[in-house]
T-cell receptor
Framework: ELKVEQNPLFLSMQEGKNYTIYCNYS?????LYWYRQDPGKSLESLFV?????AVKQEGRLMASLDTKARLSTLHITAAVHDLSATYFC????????????FGDGTTLTVKP | DAGITQSPRHKVTETGTPVTLRCHQT?????MYWYRQDPGHGLRLIHY???????DKGEVSDGYSVSRSKTEDFLLTLESATSSQTSVYFC?????????????FGSGTRLTVV
């Protein structure tokens, strides 16, 4: 059974600081995704990571994947208030009909 | 982007009553999924569909059934609602390749069972 663990679950940080969210998964994965969810809203796809060493960047967010360590990171650079949200990683396994297993989410609060 | 809508957006129902939630997509995607979201549990897969009349169970399928009679519609039914089924339900669609994008989610249905 595939398990996906994120840490930390809650993160409070000051504007301008850097931080990393970690996503560990238990079995070999075909694809790893990062999503963002604003309070009371739906989820929005941020990144898809397909191979070992993959790195994707969008603005102040950068995601990377180490398939050997079964680890993905979401790095936040110089945080701003608009990044406050809950971030989920999700993992597909091969031939799983596109079914994703989600982590529990990391709720990020960026304070002025 | 693919169009995906869920209805209703909010529902309050009584314990023991059947409830049906609807997911409608306009982009002819083959794969559709129902997830529930609860505090501290992320999203958990209830059922999914890989084509018309082709469905299968997910991680938390007990007490739920689904139907897909048309490509565009995926219905989730709570056969006899219980308080433990109070949750936010999300429908998602996916192209099989998904190399560039994750799921597209509906806006969610907030269900309260009293």
């Amino acid at each position: 059974e595939l398990k996906v663990e994120q840490n930390p679950l809650f993160l409070s940080m000051q504007e301008g600081k850097n931080y990393t969210i970690y996503c560990n998964y238990s079995t070999t994965s075909d694809r790893l995704y990062w999503y963002r969810q604003d309070p009371g809203k739906s989820l929005e796809s941020l990144f898809v990571l397909l191979s070992n060493g993959a790195v994707k960047q969008e603005g102040r967010l950068m995601a990377s994947l180490d398939t050997k360590a079964r680890l993905s990171t979401l790095h936040i650079t110089a945080a701003v208030h608009d990044l406050s949200a809950t971030y989920f990683c999700a993992v597909d396994i091969r031939d799983s009909a596109g079914k994703s297993t989600f982590g529990d989410g990391t709720t990020l609060t960026v304070k002025p | 982007d693919a169009g995906i809508t869920q209805s209703p957006r909010h529902k309050v129902t009584e314990t023991g009553t059947p409830v049906t939630l609807r997911c409608h997509q306009t982009e002819n995607h083959r794969y559709m999924y129902w997830y529930r979201q609860d505090p501290g549990h992320g999203l958990r897969l209830i059922h999914y569909s890989y084509g018309v009349k082709d469905t299968d169970k997910g991680e938390v399928s007990d007490g739920y059934s689904v139907s897909r009679s048309k490509t565009e519609d995926f219905l989730l039914t709570l056969e006899s609602a219980t308080s433990s089924q109070t949750s936010v339900y999300f429908c998602a669609i996916s192209t099989r390749a998904r190399n560039n994008y994750g799921y597209t989610f509906g806006s969610g249905t907030r269900l309260t069972v009293v």
